[in-house]
């Protein structure tokens, strides 16, 4: 399947809630259609983690916004090793901690972060020709002229269990969690975490990997030879 999929220019928008599956299918679709692959929500993991180091007040939107404008972030867009640093410190393995996890909603629905990002994000995805792109609002904000658009989405109790087996956290409290972000997500004022109306529900409660990622491409391969 894969190898009908190789369309000299590609956009594809993976949005849905954390623990949907979406960085895993996401890098092996790009993988897949000879891509790169965009990580929207490390972008935000990785602001905040500046903002954490500079101290600063998370209730201040004002002060927020000057360490995202001034932040330098370096992106590496290959789905077999993506990688993040920040004011050229490497922050893969930080930007994934409690810490920055914990804070992060709060940082991305500063609108002006937001306004921020999502220009990087829209350069980059002008800048190559195929690209998967994962996060919040890509099929509504920052791509909306995708080819194909995708909304992952499970069960809580699965994404709960997901998340959990990655970072070997109790699944009660990872699911209460991923609820909290679900709700800060979806109800801030600045590009709320929906579906489009013209992406593609995918309910990967019941699928792996392999599935899921098959039927994308069978989607993608209607699309681009339509």
Known sequence: MAEDVRPEKCVVAVDGPSGSGKSTVSRRLAAAVDGVYLDTGAMYRAVTWAVLQAGADLTDPDSIAK????????IGTDPAAPHFA????NVDAPIRGPEVTAAVSAVAAVPSVRKHLVALQQAIIAGH???????????SVVAPDADLKIYLTASSAARAQRRSAENASDVAATEADLARRDTLDSSRAADPLRQASDAVEVDTTGMGIDEVVAYVLRLLNSKVSS
């Not at 360490?67 to 370096?74: D, K, P």
């Not at 020709?129 to 890509?138: F, K, M, N, T, Y």
Request: proline letters at 4%.
């Open 67 to 74: 360490i995202a404008l001034e932040t330098e972030l370096s």
């Open 129 to 139: 020709p195929r690209i998967v792109v994962e996060g919040r609002d890509i099929a």
């Open 86 to 89: 920040a004011n050229g410190v």
